[in-house]
């Protein structure tokens, strides 16, 4: 598959899926604007792989939770690059485990701003000129946590919820235009937010003592996520849109 002449925006790209996901389009020819926050060496060094692949990125940093950062950055992405055809919502933080009675009211106003503001204040700065493209994609990279929306998760359970609110929604509202908006939904990926996530949970320090437990044998990677995400933008999905794929190797494998 070729995304020649296709300009992909993934936020969150400077480190784990992000990463995977930008280096990814890039090999298939993909213009990429890789988004980060803070961690601008990251963002410069996935840029500088893309590069030496023979591939074509930039880094660009805003906070997504951050209209007028988001409104900035988009602006200048057209200005290098011409209009986004490939939105990728990637960026996310982990909420911090507690019961909702301890969780504490700032906590759930920067996940939802996060998972479900800056995906909302992205799409409307960049749909109006991916209309005039002859196709355009976004995709949200959500969580095989909304289909579990276990205990002690609220707020990124809820900020996940909504993600998925806004792509059925702007499925319905963008067809018209040739848009599709699909939705990816991991399990636990081998990135540093995974990693953080089972030391937390389960005293688990090396994601790969986990391989003969997960499924096919291996914690699944930045790559596999990428790849889904690469089949839905790409000219094999023609008529795919409103969807939710999960990427978790068919979910939790039991005996082992």
Known sequence: M???DRVVLVTGGGRGVGKGIAKVLAAQGATVAGNYRRDADAAAATVAEIVAAGGTA??????IDD???NAEMVAQIEADYGPIGILVNNAGIASR??????????????????????????CSLIIPKMRTLPRGDIIMISSVATRSLGGNGAPYNMAKTAMEALAYTLAKEERP????????????????MGERLMKAVGGVDDLRK???SMPFGRVCQPEDVANVVSFLVGEHNSY????????????????R
């Not at 930039?58 to 906070?63: K, L, V």
């Not at 485990?97 to 992205?122: C, S």
């Not at 235009?177 to 081998?190: K, M, Q, S």
């Not at 794929?245 to 005996?255: A, E, F, K, R, S």
Request: proline share 4%; charged share 20%.
């Open 177 to 192: 235009h040739n848009i599709r908006v699909n939705i990816v939904a991991p399990g636990l990926v081998e990135t540093d």
């Open 67 to 69: 209209y007028d950062q």
């Open 2 to 4: 070729s995304l020649a």
């Open 58 to 63: 930039q880094a660009y940093a805003a906070s």
């Open 97 to 122: 485990g507690q019961a909702v009675v301890d969780t504490d009211p700032a906590e759930m106003r920067r996940v939802m701003a996060t998972h479900a503001f800056g995906p909302h204040y992205l």
């Open 210 to 212: 986990l391989d003969s």
């Open 240 to 255: 795919l849109t409103g969807e939710r794929l999960y990427c978790d190797g068919g979910g939790q494998v039991i005996g």
